[in-house]
């Protein structure tokens, strides 16, 4: 036989094609791949797509009946807009297919949005096959109402629900073009654009190599740009090992490939391979925060499951996607009973003994402990790929959630934990130290968090997303401890850590920030140079002009990251907050008035402008746009806080403490808020200062709060009414700080 050798592909000098083309030599898995979810992730509303009944239902929300309906072939949809006048609105778009199916309108400027009911494609018998309201609560000043822009396809979905997605998003019209190739998850949104596996093929049809035949050929040398093959080629039983180890780990880009869609991520641009390249050169991934995970990482919100992957066992031994699911189906390779006894081969795994239930049942599969679900969407249950072992002694000290009581809700955390006592006497995990109690720590400001996050930072045992995360969450930490651990991750081989550790010098000031971060100018990752970059601009009129060029590469590449999400309020706050420290304030002014005008809810782009108005004196016109900001996000905590603290300034503290108040009533769990609200109320009213510092104290746990409360009382003691609150003050503070602090409190009081 002769073979017919191309070039390797590259990313650069092929195209795409679309999935018809991959029909006629790959039957099998086109036809595996169709009504899978990766097929359905998006089609045209037609009457082999649409699941839903539109044959004239109605469905009462809020006192309102919505109706979806047909004619002339097409699907409408009769709902509140924008304006929340009820009008008619044709369905463009079918999205998804199992356990729901939503539906999407197209505008004239080319927006598609997701309405705000969907159709529960269950059975019957589970409870389906009835349309439901996604986001009850939601109004139409909330980022996830419909119209709005966590709505919004072409920047929130798009990229991950369709192939080859380009938005052209025009900045100028605030309008988009957007196209693809495909419009669902077709052969090329994971193997890559085809054109030269095409040109292959065509060059050398009817011939192939003896290796080509053996399926031993690299995916590039037959005209692909991405190996999507396992990392571990042969699992070996090792003596002293329960479970089957690697023989060899050989990198493939397979897991990076399917993390573009599973993982929760912002989009840099659309030109970077985040596959062939590092991940973070396409996609900023997000770290375990306190938004999207609990302390100790099981998921919150919903993660997609990169983010947890990447934190377990498996991902360090090799592990990839498809050694559990088949990537056409989207279905898993085996049943899942015997999923896990793939690598899991010991007998133990499979007894009650180990289990702790009945086997065959429901409670003693691996995955019902070691891979718990979350319903999100309401009617959609997605597992936990981080593998946590259950850690009911956990639970007790950062209020985590376990299985145990999950299942068992009659019983507690300490009943769990001795069960699993007895069971497991010798358990190498029961009462084994945790990042989650250094993540607790921080999130109750205890004094012994910045040591303990620095420890974690530095724990070459964990994996890098838990390492980068510690990083992130030091910020405004500046001890020693907390030096040493960003000293360390800037020289990290792991991008994470080195993602992390900028965000965690942001306790820093000039010119500390710059000699801990300014290494990470030249990173050869898009996304840490471009964040170091944005983190740096803001000294910039204290800057040598040396310093200057070095930061003007990078800066230049985090501004085009900037205008590629300019659709987005966040996007255009950026840039204006780049200018405004370069000392542009007009481009500044038009690019926070731009945030505001395509996401007028987002009330950042209020605050940073009244804030550049106010470094300018003119406090009049910061207080107009923090109003027009807080009737358009009524809901939002920082606007009234930001204009309290402007009132103030302008020695209006009647008004300004009417603000304070309602900023501190907003942001549950803000401390601070409730703090400074305290201090502004000590002239009119002592006791209520008081008891807004208590707040704060017991939001916070800082000691410095509770100091402030009993200070108060102090500096008014002689008004008499005090005596009894400061002296209940002063004894728990007593329990908490040096005998001395308490005494010089009461001879400061008189007493």
Not at 134 to 139: A, F, G, I, M, V
Not at 201 to 223: F, N, W
Not at 436 to 454: R, T
């Amino acid at each position: 036989m002769v073979f017919v050798m191309t070039q390797p592909a590259t990313a650069q000098s092929v195209n795409y094609v679309g999935s018809e083309a991959c029909i006629d030599c790959h039957n099998r898995q086109v036809e595996a791949w169709r009504g899978s979810h990766h097929e359905m992730a998006m089609k045209h509303a037609t009457a082999t797509s649409v699941l839903g009944n539109f044959s004239d239902q109605s469905l009462q929300h809020d006192g309102k009946t919505n109706r979806f309906f047909s004619k002339n072939g097409e699907y409408w949809v009769n709902i509140a807009g924008a304006d929340q006048k009820f009008a008619d609105f044709k369905i463009s778009y079918t999205f998804g297919v199992y356990p729901l199916q939503q539906y999407m309108v197209e505008f004239p400027d080319g927006r598609i949005q997701l309405i705000p009911f969907a159709w529960d494609s269950r059975a019957p018998e589970k409870g389906g096959q009835r349309w439901f309201h996604l986001y009850p609560e939601l109004t139409p000043v909330d980022e996830f109402y419909w119209t709005n822009a966590g709505q919004n396809w072409n920047f929130m979905c798009a990229d991950c629900h369709s192939t080859n997605i380009k938005k052209n998003y025009n900045e100028g019209s605030n309008s988009y073009d957007t196209t693809w190739s495909d419009i669902n998850v077709g052969c090329e949104a994971c193997h890559g654009p085809a054109s030269g596996h095409i040109d292959y093929i065509t060059r050398g049809k009817g011939e192939q190599s003896t290796s080509e035949s053996e399926g031993l050929m690299d995916a590039r040398q037959v005209g692909l740009t991405r190996d999507l093959g396992v990392q571990v080629k042969q699992w070996v039983a090792r003596e002293g090992e329960k479970t089957l180890q690697p023989q060899l780990i050989e990198p493939t880009e397979q897991t990076q490939t399917c993390a573009q869609c599973h993982s929760r991520r912002t989009q840099l641009n659309e030109t970077a391979d985040h596959v062939n390249g590092a991940f973070l050169d396409k996609y900023r991934l997000s770290l375990i925060t306190p938004e999207l995970y609990y302390h100790d990482g099981q998921i919150y919100d919903e993660d997609y499951v990169y983010g947890s992957f990447l934190q377990s066992r498996m991902a360090q031994k090799g592990v990839t996607c498809t050694n559990c699911h088949d990537p056409h189906t989207a279905k898993l390779t085996v049943a899942e009973e015997a999923v896990c006894s793939q690598c899991h081969v010991s007998p133990e795994y499979a007894s009650s003994e180990h289990t702790l239930h009945q086997p065959g049942t429901e409670a003693a599969k691996c995955t019902t402990c070691h891979m718990p679900e979350t319903t999100y969407m309401q009617i959609d249950p997605r597992r936990d790929h981080s593998w946590h072992v259950p850690r009911p002694d956990l639970s007790q000290h950062i209020k985590t959630p376990n299985v145990c009581t999950g299942c068992h809700q009659d019983k507690t955390n300490q009943w769990a934990d001795k069960e699993l006592g007895k069971r497991f006497p010798n358990s190498a995990y029961r009462h084994q130290q945790h990042f989650g109690v250094a993540f607790y720590a921080d999130s109750i400001n205890h004094q012994a968090a910045p040591d303990a996050l620095s420890y974690t930072a530095q724990d070459s045992s964990l994996s890098d997303i838990i390492r980068g995360s510690a990083l992130s969450r030091m910020a405004g930490n500046t001890g020693q401890n907390t030096l040493v651990a960003l000293a360390r991750a800037v020289k990290h081989d792991s991008e994470l850590i080195r993602l992390g550790a900028i965000e965690g010098a942001s306790g820093y000031g000039w010119p500390e920030r710059w000699q801990i971060l300014s290494p990470l100018l030249t990173d050869p990752v898009l996304a840490v140079r471009t964040e170091t970059a944005g983190a740096l601009v803001e000294f910039w009129q204290q800057m040598l002009l040396q310093q200057r060029d070095r930061l003007n590469g990078p800066l230049q590449e985090y501004i085009e990251i900037q205008k590629f999400n300019a659709d987005r309020g966040f996007g255009r706050t950026n840039l204006a907050n780049v200018y405004r420290a370069m000392g542009e304030m007009d481009k500044a002014v038009l690019w926070y008035q731009g945030a505001i005008e395509v996401e007028p809810y987002f009330a950042n782009s209020y605050v940073n402008l009244a804030d550049l108005y106010r470094s300018q004196n003119n406090d009049e016109l910061a207080l107009q746009v923090l109003q027009q900001g807080m009737e358009a996000q009524p809901n939002d905590s920082a606007l009234p806080y930001s204009a309290g603290l402007a009132l103030l300034r302008t020695g209006k503290a009647e008004k300004a403490n009417q603000y304070l108040k309602r900023a501190a009533e907003k942001a549950v769990g803000n401390a601070h808020y409730w703090y400074v609200y305290g201090l502004a109320l000590e002239k009119s009213d002592v006791l209520a200062s008081s008891r807004a510092l208590s707040s704060a104290f017991d939001i916070s746990g800082n000691p410095q709060h509770l100091y402030a409360q009993c200070e108060v009382l102090a500096r008014n003691y002689q008004l008499g009414e005090v005596a009894a609150e400061f002296e209940s003050c002063t004894q728990q503070l007593g329990q908490i700080v040096a005998p001395e602090v308490v005494k010089q409190l009461k001879v400061r009081a008189g007493n």
